[in-house]
């Protein structure tokens, strides 16, 4: 496999459910990111990872908890969803924290009902 | 006022057109700009960055940065149906890891 790999695709999730988004990547880099794609609302950064470490919190609200095992692997554990929370949630990997390119997975489509 | 401002579209043209695609911004500490192209269903991809103010050229592609202005564009000469897509363009300071995106320009390309 090579590049940003997302799972679950599409995931459907009730309020109290809990459930996790997975990322992995290939390509040696160092720092990882997620992000939230809504209809017609720029992307929105949540989360920046660097050598494991988180880096950024973008007042994100605790029912988003991420988790960085490693450099290749990213999680967004998710519970006590919102329905406002459905969205596109995108990962991300550069070579560096500050690199001009990020390489982003296909995302996982969230629904909360 | 929205730090970048991007009209969301849609843009239709006929195959064979030049198209204009812009980005309007605020904030003049901005000197990296990016813009991505997101087919439905996928995660954006890099397209082209430019560096501070100027023109840079990929093919059909030309990224141009007016920083006078605050205005960046990508023109896309000869426009294909597979060019069909939304596209985002991206900037941040040299002093932040922390690029900000416009909310995209959905582009449909029709044969």
């Known amino acids: 496999e090579t590049g940003v790999t997302q799972t679950p695709r599409h995931l459907v999730m009730g309020m109290t459910n809990k459930k996790s988004l997975k990322c992995e990547q290939h390509l040696g880099h160092n720092a990882m990111y997620w992000y939230k794609q809504s209809a017609k609302k720029p992307l929105e950064l949540m989360f920046v990872?660097?050598?494991?470490?988180?880096?950024e919190n973008n007042s994100v609200p605790s029912r988003f908890s991420p988790e960085c095992p490693n450099s290749s692997h990213l999680f967004l554990h998710l519970h006590t969803l919102q329905p406002e929370d459905s969205a596109l949630y995108l990962c991300?990997?550069?070579?560096?924290?500050?690199?001009?390119?990020?390489?982003f997975g296909q995302g996982t489509r969230l629904t909360v009902v | 006022q929205k730090e970048v401002e991007q009209d969301p579209g849609p843009l239709s043209v006929p195959e064979g057109a030049i198209v204009s695609l812009n980005c309007t911004y605020s904030n003049s500490a901005f000197q990296y700009f990016m813009w991505y192209r997101q087919y439905s269903r996928k995660g954006p991809e890099l397209l082209m960055y430019t560096y501070s103010s100027g023109n840079k050229e990929d093919g059909r592609f030309t990224a141009q940065v007016d920083k006078s202005s605050k205005y960046i564009s990508l023109f896309i000469r000869d426009s294909q149906p597979s060019d069909s897509a939304t596209y985002l363009c991206?900037?941040?300071?040299?002093?932040?890891?922390?690029?900000?995106f416009g909310r995209g320009t959905s582009l449909i390309v029709h044969p």
């Open positions: 991300a990997s550069s070579q560096e924290r500050d690199s001009t390119e990020a390489f």
């Open positions: 990872y660097n050598f494991k470490e988180q880096t």
């Open positions: 991206a900037m941040r300071s040299g002093g932040s890891y922390i690029p900000t």
